[in-house]
């Protein structure tokens, strides 16, 4: 799943830069990766699986909806800085540490920047990917069957 994961970050994305392929080779070894790449996904679908089945409110409107979509999106964002700040600065390769700790290297600097990045990314990708399970869950449901419209 890396390969899959990687290549959206660092290529699609622009993330990449050769001077820290430090700390992207080992996010890459360490399936940083797959963990911040897993979460644009199955937050939004565990939280819109939530809203259409778990929430019993058969008079929903539109802006609960438009709520759900804000808080799904505010709890993908702290998990994946969360996360991503994890994977970057409690590594346990010690050539990351090393540089990250020497301040003529600018990989804290640089470092620092990267998990808001990734955070905005899954961001934006579990907008798309959260209104696609929208759509999906919907059919399914008893109740929201008429969210988000």
């Given at each position: 799943m890396?390969?899959?994961?990687a290549p959206i970050y660092e290529t699609l994305f622009g993330l990449y830069d050769p001077k820290f392929d430090l700390i992207f080779s080992t996010l890459y070894n360490g399936g940083g990766y797959i963990?911040?790449?897993l979460i644009f996904i199955l937050i939004p679908l565990i939280m819109w699986a939530l809203f259409y089945f778990a929430w019993r409110n058969p008079y929903g409107k539109y802006w609960y909806w438009l709520l759900?979509?804000?808080f799904s999106c505010i709890?993908?964002?702290g998990v994946t800085w969360g996360v991503a700040n994890t994977e970057?600065?409690?590594s346990n390769n010690q050539n990351?540490?090393?540089a990250l700790a020497d301040p003529n290297t600018g990989y804290e600097q640089y470092a620092s920047s990267l998990p808001i990045k990734y955070a905005m990314i899954n961001t934006g990708l579990a907008i798309i990917i959260g209104f696609i399970f929208s759509l999906i869950l919907k059919q399914f449901s008893k109740i929201q069957m008429h969210l988000p419209f």
């Open positions: 890396n390969d899959i994961f963990k911040i790449g759900w979509l804000l709890v993908v964002f970057i600065f409690a990351l540490i090393d």
